[in-house]
């Protein structure tokens, strides 16, 4: 079992940045990819990002490319979303996740999600 726990997550303005974390306790950590999804109010749940167990492989929605960045740190068993020039449609609960890199689709573990709210 693998329990993750997110932090970091607030109020920014429009162009502003945030660093949430997620950290892991469990299975071997590095063993995992881990990433992030989001929803935003009244939509379903979308894919953000997911970094390789050995974090050399990254994936990234077309939303968030070139403004977030996701990394970790296997000796802290802590992965990180760098969020850069935010935008309003960014607002939305910030779910870390972690299982298989080629079926992160249906992650295998789930965090218990942080708001991120972008003010205009």
């Known amino acids: 079992q693998v329990q993750l726990v997110e932090s970091g997550g607030g109020l920014a303005q429009a162009g502003g940045s945030l660093r949430l974390s997620c950290a892991a306790s469990?299975?071997?950590?590095?063993?995992?990819?881990m990433g992030w999804f989001r929803q935003a109010p009244g939509k379903e749940r979308e894919f953000v990002t997911k970094?390789?167990?050995?974090?050399?492989?990254?994936y990234y929605a077309d939303s968030v490319k070139g403004r977030f960045t996701v990394s970790r740190d296997n000796a802290k068993n802590t992965v990180y979303l760098q969020m850069n020039s935010l935008e309003p449609e960014d607002t939305a609960v910030y779910y870390c996740?972690?299982?298989?890199?080629?079926?992160?689709?249906?992650?295998?573990?789930w965090g218990q999600g942080t708001q991120v709210t972008v003010s205009s």
């Open positions: 469990g299975r071997a950590f590095s063993m995992l990819a």
């Open positions: 996740a972690a299982g298989s890199l080629v079926r992160f689709n249906t992650p295998n573990y």
């Open positions: 970094i390789s167990g050995s974090g050399g492989t990254t």
